[in-house]
């Protein structure tokens, strides 16, 4: 059933190690066709995170904003999701659309992410799916609008969270990652998948 948290859901340790380092074979395949990219915001910062995707849609910024587009930066199509990543959308929301893209975000030692909304797709009533591999990561869950109080949860290797209804366009981020807290990924990090329908 799962821990609700101002209404994401969190299936703690859904998936178990042997699910973990399958799945983790599956995203070095999307990533010898789809290599990481640190992407520049508009404003021109560059984001400490790297990122890549599967689907048909990748999230991508740069100097002229935020965006799905149907291609990586360096012109290839995206990589199909792995079924090892489909079956856990099909699991926990059975209802739901299917998913058009699926995110990969990558937290080396020192990444983070900023509180932020995902408003970039069509369909609001569509949730959203995370997956965590690897270290752990402080995440951090807020409003409807920027500000007030926040509530945070660590997220650990194998978690799967879903934001659906009320919890869909809450401001949400990563404060930080605990280096050296998970054997899954040889040299460290953290790798965070999101499943999303686009249109
Ligand atoms: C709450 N990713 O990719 S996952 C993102 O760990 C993103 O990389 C973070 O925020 C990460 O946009 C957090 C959990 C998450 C993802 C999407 C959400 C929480 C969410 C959408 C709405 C509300
Ligand atoms: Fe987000």
Redo the contacts with the bound molecule.
Sequence with gaps: MGVTIRG?VLHDGWLDAAAQAAMVEDLRGVLAVAPLVRPVTPSGKRMSVGMSAAGRFGWITDSRGYRYEERHPNGVEWPPIPASVLAVWEALCPEARAPECC?L?WYAEGAK?GMHQ?RDEADFDQP?L?ISLGDE?L?R?GNHTRGGKTESVWLRSGDV?V?GGD??L?Y?G?DRVKPGSSPLLPNGGRI?L?LRVVT
């Design positions: 994401a995110l975000n992410m995902d959203v995370s990561a995440f869950i969270l934001m919890a869909r809450r949400h990563i965070n999101t």
